[in-house]
């Protein structure tokens, strides 16, 4: 069964820092890309960052870029999401997905979430 | 960035119905249109890809159509478990963005 599981959300407080996991399970990770989504109290989804599979490429919304880096590691098959100089904006329940077979498939698999509050 | 935009924003209908849910791009982005549904709590799920491609085990109630920049998605006959919030997300460009969802309401 193709499974996420994502971990590491917690409270920190503004300008703090966190790093988010997303376990997979059930399909040959380093050969899809892998996208975070969040999403804020009483709002929509919102697109964070993406991988490639090889983890050659990356890809970042603008509200995040230059303080946010994902990554992966194909020896564990678990993507992470290193958040820096967080904000009360960046409080909300962050899903890691697993891409289609092509990138532009969509987002086929994704975890329950993990919550970060960003708070003083 | 492109923009992806919804409408409406929320509707109400009952059991039965069908129902339309449009969304528009910014710019062109040719059949890379995906839809979601999500429901509180839960994890969002794949419902179309590419504009009209139904995900594996998704019911057929549910398609889609369009291209270019108008899309839209059409649930044959509302039933219950239905009752959600839909997104549409482009994939034209890598810097993937969202509709602001449509939250569908029981009437």
């Known amino acids: 069964e193709v499974q996420l599981l994502e971990s590491g959300g917690g409270l920190v407080h503004p300008g703090g820092s966190l790093r988010l996991s997303c376990a997979a399970s059930?399909?040959?990770?380093?050969?899809?890309?892998m996208s975070w989504v969040r999403q804020a109290p009483g709002k929509g989804l919102e697109w964070v960052s993406a991988?490639?599979?090889?983890?050659?490429?990356?890809y970042y919304a603008d509200s995040v870029k230059g303080r946010f880096t994902v990554s992966s590691d194909s020896s564990t098959n678990t993507l992470f999401l290193q958040m820096n100089n967080l904000t009360v904006e960046d409080t909300a329940i962050y899903f890691c997905?697993?891409?289609?077979?092509?990138?532009?498939?969509?987002?086929?698999?994704w975890g329950q979430g993990t919550t970060v509050t960003v708070s003083s | 960035d492109i923009q992806m935009t919804q409408s409406p924003s929320s509707m109400s209908a009952s059991v039965g119905d069908r129902v339309t849910i449009t969304c528009r791009a910014s710019?062109?982005?040719?059949?890379?249109l995906n839809w979601y549904q999500h429901k509180p709590g839960n994890a969002p799920k794949l419902l179309i890809y590419?504009?009209?491609t139904l995900q594996s085990g998704v019911p057929s109630r549910f398609s889609g159509s369009g291209s270019g920049t108008d899309f839209t998605l059409t649930i044959s006959s509302l039933q219950p478990e239905d009752f959600a919030t839909y997104y549409c997300?482009?994939?034209?460009?890598?810097?993937?963005?969202f509709g602001q969802g449509t939250r569908l309401e029981i009437k």
């Open positions: 997905a697993k891409q289609g077979r092509y990138y532009f498939y969509g987002m086929d698999v």
């Open positions: 059930g399909f040959p990770f380093s050969s899809y890309a």
């Open positions: 991988i490639s599979g090889s983890g050659g490429g990356t």
């Open positions: 710019q062109s982005i040719s059949m890379y």
């Open positions: 590419t504009s009209t």
């Open positions: 997300q482009q994939s034209f460009s890598t810097l993937y963005t």
